[in-house]
């Protein structure tokens, strides 16, 4: 952790203070975001985990700037001291792909089939760094060689498909890391990629937040991915955040039934998935089936007036459906919105 972590009196370089987004759907106006608040230190690393349609990715998109037409915002969003909500959209540009950076989902939709990769990382230089075009290709074959894209200096004049997803994501985030930005979001930036190429990326994206000092957003499903890559990490759900802590902190207590829940449905090594119905395959080795969260995270339209999980967790009564829980202290900074904690240190 870098030297501005330490500080504990240090203004935050991302300050989040209930951030509320509203989106327009086919059935009416939907709460994508429901108060979220969080604080990001330079050099810090904080992840983000749920499943899809939890939140993860329209906060991220809020952080950019880039939510979608007629979406209404409320809250604060300020980033070294300046607020962002409310901003016009020149001042927007100026920040984005400059201080605050993203690694998109999907590489393939995130390049333009249509220009070579060289050209594409050189863009942003030449807009924000005011760079001439020898210079900016000199410094996107740097970036290439930095992020280790194979043969760089060769493939500069590739297209996006005459690349491999690794390949591919290795561009995006010489992309997101061409002007030294404060603050890299990374949203799921292993997505279909094999485990191999999965570790190289994450490591890639580590060494490379340790050597610049940014300050890292990282989004995934995987809880794995958290253990091992973030110091604090938010658990959402329904648009909200209902634990968050000190990584280590969080795994020490898994104190919400929905986090219990996703670290019971982890495929876990030396276990084998019992095939549907059965539960021995005559090789001696115990089988197991896993673990499953019942029923689905709700549409955006459709969440309840109280705890968003209600309607999947085993324990809610209903003081759980009549009213948002409020945040409630696990142990020192690590908090979790739910009424029955007591009993979920009860489930397996």
Known sequence: MSGATDRPHAAPLLDVQDLRVTLNTPRGPADALRGISFALQRGQTLGLIGESGCGKSITALALMGLLPEGARVAGSLRFDGRELLGLPEDAWCRLRGNRLAMVFQEPMTALNPLHPIGRQIAESLRLHKGLDAAAARAEALRLLQRVQLPQAAQRLDAYPH??????????????????????????????????????????????????????????????????????????????????????????????????????????????????????????????????????????????????????????????????????????????ARCIRLDAAQGLP
């Open 162 to 335: 005459q690349l491999s997803g690794g390949q591919r994501q290795r561009v995006v985030i010489a992309i997101a890391l061409a002007c030294g930005p404060d603050v890299l979001i990374a949203d799921e930036p292993t997505t279909a990629l094999d485990v191999t190429i999965q570790r190289e990326v994450l490591d890639l994206i580590a060494r490379l937040v340790a050597e610049d000092g940014m300050a890292l957003l990282l989004i995934s499903h995987d809880l794995g991915v958290m253990a091992e890559n973030v110091q604090r990490m938010l658990v959402m759900y329904g648009g909200t955040v209902v634990e968050s802590g000190a990584t280590e902190q969080v795994f020490a207590r898994l104190a919400h039934p929905y986090t219990r829940g996703l670290f019971a449905a982890r495929p876990q090594l030396g276990l084998r998935a019992a095939a549907a119905g059965g539960g021995g395959d005559g090789s001696g080795r115990r089988r197991h089936r896993l673990s499953t969260i019942p029923g689905r995270v709700p549409e955006l339209i459709d969440l309840p007036a109280g705890c968003g999980f209600a309607e999947r967790c085993t324990l809610a009564v209903d003081a759980c459906r009549a009213a948002p829980p409020p945040p409630v202290v696990v142990a020192g900074d690590h908090l």
